[in-house]
Structures are given as C-alpha cells and as structure tokens.
C-alpha cells in the first residue's frame, strides 16, 4: 500500500482564496483523521471520521473550515477564506485501530 | 482538558550518549499513551503504544516505559540516524481516537 497520499504537498495562495486540501486514506481504514501542526501550538486535531462520517469536529477554528468525506477513500479539508494565520502544515491520518494512526506526509500551506 | 507536556524541548547528544526523553500527562482514564518519531517534511511515523504503568517495550535502540503521570522514551547508544523529533500522545476514555498530542522533543546526534 502507498499509505495515505495528500494533495498538493505545498500549497501558497492569497489571502481571501478558497483552498482545497486532500487526502486519500490506506484501503481499510475506517478512520480518517485531519490535524495542523504550527510551531506555536504543535498537532492539534480538527476533525475526525468514522465510516465516512464526522464524529468530532470540535478542534475546527472556525467556520471558514469545512471537511467532508464523500467515500472511503477520498476526504477534503476546504478553508475559505483563507488568512494568513492558517499557515501551518495540515497532516492527514488513518487507521482501523485504537491510537496507532497512519499519517500522511502532510501539505505545507501558506497564506500571504 | 487533557495536558501532554514534553520535555526538554530539544536536546543535543553525541553518538552513544545514552539519555531520556519524559512526557507528562494529565488525562481523565488513559486508555493509551503513544509515541511517534517525525522526521523534516514527513508526517509522524508510530513507534510505540502503552497501556498500563509499568508497561516497557523496545524497538532498537528505543525503549518506552509507563508510570502513572508519566512516560519515558529512553535511547541507548544513538546514532545520528536516531535524529528526529519525537512526539508523545495520549489517548483518553472521551474518545477511542481522539489522540492529544505534546509539542515533541527535537533530538539531534551528532557523529
């Protein structure tokens, strides 16, 4: 298995736009987890699936942070608008089991 | 709210210079206690799980340890390779996957 893939690895976008993160679990889980990592704060979880469906979404900042989870393998974190103090590094996890998650190698996203 | 605190923040040894990592918590009903090793631009990678105090394991030259306020990550002989940040996590009865992460140690050994 190629592990969990996100997409774009790096992403730069303006103040204002609408950014689209990715992210493709291994085949069999049924957990998918997104987290952020800052120097500030460390990892913190947004949000987590279950099957598909949101479980916890209470570390979501704010409205302006959606994330859905159309099928198994496919799952997307949308900011819009985006702010500068969204830069941080989003990480993307899954697993079938308690605590031992997979993540993936992260997308590097810059607001200026 | 559960509290993941590691320290030291950093730490700097020279090639088999034995030392200790710590990782405090402060959780209501610890149902697991993680470790992950990050390298630059990669995501965390698992290394160890821990249940119980008193609970080890090892993986080379990394052994966890567990006690009831706190956990060890100790490194015996390192090698530069060993270089990475290394996070702890707890997992507590609220939620089975809802980890809490600490901000992580950065190691660095040198040759």
């Not at chain 1, 949000?47 to 949101?54: A, D, G, K, L, M």
């Not at chain 2, 992950?36 to 052994?63: H, I, N, V, W």
Request: glycine content about 8%.
């Amino acid at each position: 298995d190629a592990g969990v893939i996100q997409s774009p690895r790096h992403e730069v976008t303006e103040m204002g736009q609408e950014v689209t993160l990715r992210c493709k679990p291994i085949s069999g889980h049924d957990y998918l987890f997104w987290y952020r990592q800052t120097m500030m704060r460390g990892l913190e979880l947004l949000i987590y699936f279950n099957n598909n469906v949101p479980i916890d979404d209470s570390g979501m900042p704010e409205d302006r942070f959606s994330a859905k989870m159309p099928n198994a393998s496919f799952s997307t974190l949308k900011i819009q608008p985006s702010e500068p103090r969204d830069s941080a590094v989003y990480f993307c996890a899954s697993t079938w089991g308690e605590g031992r998650a997979f993540f993936g190698q992260g997308t590097r996203l810059t607001v200026v | 709210e559960d509290q993941v605190t590691q320290s030291p923040e950093a730490l700097r040894l020279q090639e088999g210079e034995s030392s200790s990592l710590n990782c405090s918590y402060t959780v209501s009903g610890l149902r697991g206690l993680f470790w992950y090793r990050q390298d630059p631009g990669k995501g965390p990678e698992f290394l160890f799980t821990l249940y119980s105090a008193g609970e080890e394991k090892e993986k080379e030259r990394l052994k966890a340890t567990l006690t009831k306020k706190e956990s060890f990550l100790h490194i015996t002989a390192p090698k530069p390779e060993d270089s990475a940040t290394y996070l702890c996590a707890s997992n507590s009865g609220g939620s089975n996957y809802k980890l809490t992460f600490g901000k992580g140690t950065l190691l660095t050994v040198n040759p």
